[in-house]
């Protein structure tokens, strides 16, 4: 089994999954991760969860959480 979250980078896109470095993250978090356009910022709409090994693309792409505040 390997853990992954789930990210989407426009709001009705699709959904691609990414190794959560053993960060705990939660649904509506954000993160910069590295895919093959380069580095991205998505927002994690699965958070971390275990899938078969055959259900994934190996290796993942690393993600980093972020923090985010709104300002009005």
Not at 30 to 58: C, H, P, S
Request: hydrophobic share 40%.
């Amino acid at each position: 089994m390997v853990e992954v979250i789930g990210v989407r980078f426009k709001k009705a896109g699709k959904i691609y999954y990414f190794d959560p470095c053993e960060i705990q993250m939660t649904t509506d978090d954000y993160v910069i991760v590295e895919t093959v356009r380069g580095i991205e910022f998505g927002k994690v709409v699965i958070a971390n969860k275990q899938v078969d090994e055959e259900d994934v693309v190996l290796p993942l792409k690393k993600s980093f959480g972020l923090q985010m505040k709104r300002t009005n």
